[in-house]
């Protein structure tokens, strides 16, 4: 079973920026499509971008404008480019494979 390692998550202020990174264990292409969400808390986890092995992006409301999710195969890893953070973004990230694996979470925190 293919195992999801999310790092770079981290203290930042407002409007700064930061990237997250999930690393799989095998290739992602073997995966339909990998995706980001995120739990606040006292929220229910909700998903927050999308990019399928054809390269295909997707992303909520919330973010569009802001994230960019791309891929890195040297790395198998699948990264969340964002920027403009508010503390509304703050939550735990999590990335997700289309076979319904999880990753164990960053936490983002955006505050002054």
């Known amino acids: 079973q293919v195992q999801l390692v999310e790092s770079g998550g981290g203290l930042v202020q407002p409007g700064g920026s930061l990237r997250l990174s999930c690393a799989a264990s095998?290739?992602?292409?073997?995966?339909?499509?990998m995706g980001w969400y995120r739990q606040a808390p006292g929220k229910q986890r909700e998903w927050v971008a999308l990019l399928t092995r054809g390269g295909f992006r997707q992303y909520a409301d919330s973010v569009k404008g802001r994230f960019t999710v791309s891929r890195d195969n040297a790395k198998n890893a699948v990264t969340l480019e964002m920027n403009s953070l508010t503390p509304e973004d703050t939550a735990v990230y999590y990335c997700?494979?289309?076979?319904?694996?999880w990753g164990q979470g960053t936490q983002v925190t955006v505050s002054s």
């Open positions: 095998e290739s992602i292409d073997n995966f339909n499509h």
């Open positions: 997700k494979t289309s076979t319904g694996i």
